[in-house]
């Protein structure tokens, strides 16, 4: 069975973002970019598949522009086989990833495709869920655990209430929750050898599909910002200030 | 205009996710129904036809609704579809699950997490963890949206008179089925909708520890969350996580306690009203968010705040 998993570049976690001057959107010049932590954990679930003899071979896509290929060569260090890159330098939103992985997956006809359950740049958690609902495929998200077993899949899913566990047929789209496994580092001798695992190239167009966002941004500001308080000495002048200032208590 | 609330309910009553997504459907105007998919939910029926500002509730009581498979609900909400310019459901683990799934089998954008409503296609939401507010306008005739909870008062659960209809079930898809859950199990309120939310973070250095957060918790009839740290670690269930990827909670008093204030939890509490730090480390980042820091060890600190507040003021 082979295994699809998408891979976004977006702005390193731990950067700090700023919002450009002329309210269009956030620097992205001179920022660090990485994978999508969770798509990170959607490449380590793959590999840990393919290791236990579930999977025969890891295919990682990204779409966007040509430093995509970047990210992909991270999953290709991690342990993938081989990569796909959709490229465009369309601002891609997610009905629009899902109508190109749907393409890519149509080509491909893997067994299980997985995906993060969201960006962190975005923050829209939507792609995977409307991939499922384009391919009319079962969708399981935010895993914090898969099983497959034959022709299906135990999965268990990290909800508001706790867990909650279901069963999938196969195939289908899995979106990863952070619980679901600890991604591995590429180790040095890895990395070598990914430079030469093979990345195909594809447009919208050799797909079929037009990307044009459906969302139209007319701003993007800062949030409000939130004034530090006061640093209080004991608990018993934090008890009075509750009490007697800010009077929630 | 004419909008539809996917309504989220635990077989008895409407969740408080629901209730906001109400608000946020009046605010778009038109006229607001709910969907209540279930087996056996006349009971919420009820209780939906008298929330206020609500004109119908459509109701698909059937044993295939028994647990809200997003397979089976989207199904069932774009054979209603038709009827409606908007569909709302509250930006939890159920909306965030079926409606992008009812957003692509319609080929439309889900605007996501909305916490304003500036116009009926134009919404304000936060991206890159709140650190920048974007304001997105929907292109599409249909709008699919789902709705930040902290961003909009619930609705009221009385004063209301809806219509309720029976709809029909849109039948199985027939690709998945429900196994089972484990389900954490509070007496404390509900964390996204509690007053006061306790919440600790990798420096409780062990699950037993967040006793001392729940005895707090306790006395000031709060709930107790945590950091994706202390989740991660196994001190407490994943369903604690307060930020940018667990719950976001906006209460009157939030106590941060072990919890150094990384972005991506702050994503999930910064808009409470006060905040309240408890961290030995005095140059943590919690602190500049914090209305009311206390440096010092937790584990002197909270149970003297617990016994503090047992003496009336
Ligand atoms: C994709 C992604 C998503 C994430 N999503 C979330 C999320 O939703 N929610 C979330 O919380 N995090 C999230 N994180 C993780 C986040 O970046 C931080 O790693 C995490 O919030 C740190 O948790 P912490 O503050 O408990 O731990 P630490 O950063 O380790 O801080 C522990 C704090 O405890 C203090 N402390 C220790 N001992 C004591 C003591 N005895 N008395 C007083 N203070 C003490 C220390 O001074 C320190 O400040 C995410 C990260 C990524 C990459
Ligand atoms: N441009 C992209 N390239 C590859 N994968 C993507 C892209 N955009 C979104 N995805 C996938 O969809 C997931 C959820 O994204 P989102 O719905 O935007 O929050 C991500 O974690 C990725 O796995």
Known sequence: ?249 | MAVLVVGEHDGGALKAATLSAVTAAQKIGGGVSVLLAGSGCAPVAEAAAKVAGVDRVLVADDPLYANPLAENVAKLVVSLAGGFSHLLAGADSFGKNVMPRVAALLDVAQVSDIMAVEGPKVFVRPIYAGNAMQTVEATDEKVVVTVRGTAFEPAAVEGGAAKIETVPAAGDAGLSSYVGAALSRSERPELTSARVVVSGGRGMQSGENFHLLEKLADKLGGAVGASRAAVDAGYVPNDYQVGQTGKIVAPELYVAVGISGAIQHLAGMKDSKVIVAINKDEEAPIFQVADYGIVGDLFQLVPELTQALEKPS
């Open chain 1, 1 to 249: 069975m082979k295994v699809l998993v998408a891979v976004k570049r977006v702005i390193d976690a731990n950067v700090k973002v700023r919002v450009k001057a002329d309210n269009t959107g956030v620097e992205l010049t001179n920022v660090k970019m990485a994978m999508n932590p969770f798509d990170e954990i959607g490449v380590e679930e793959a590999i840990r598949l393919k290791e236990a003899g579930k999977a025969t071979e890891v295919v990682a896509v990204s779409l966007g522009g040509a430093p995509s290929q970047e990210t992909i060569r991270t999953a290709l260090a991690m342990g993938a086989d081989r990569g796909i890159h959709v490229q465009t330098d369309v601002e891609l939103q997610p009905l629009a990833v899902a109508k190109l992985l749907k393409a890519v997956i149509e080509k491909e006809q893997p067994g299980i495709v997985i995906v993060g359950k969201q960006a962190i740049d975005d923050d829209s958690n939507q792609t995977g869920q409307m991939l499922a609902g384009l391919l009319g495929w079962p969708q399981a998200t935010f895993a914090s655990k898969l099983n497959i077993e034959g022709e299906g899949a135990e999965v268990t899913r990290e909800v508001d209430g706790g867990l909650e566990t279901i069963r999938i047929k196969l195939p289908a789209i899995i979106t990863t929750d952070l619980r679901l496994n600890e991604p591995r580092y590429a180790s040095l001798p890895n990395i070598m050898k990914a430079k030469k695992k093979p990345i195909e190239a594809l447009t919208p167009e050799a797909l079929g599909v037009d990307p044009k966002p459906r969302l139209k941004t007319l701003k993007v500001v800062e949030p409000p910002k939130r004034q530090a308080g006061i640093k209080v000495k004991t608990v018993q002048e934090l008890v009075d200030k509750l009490r007697n200032d800010a009077k929630v208590i």
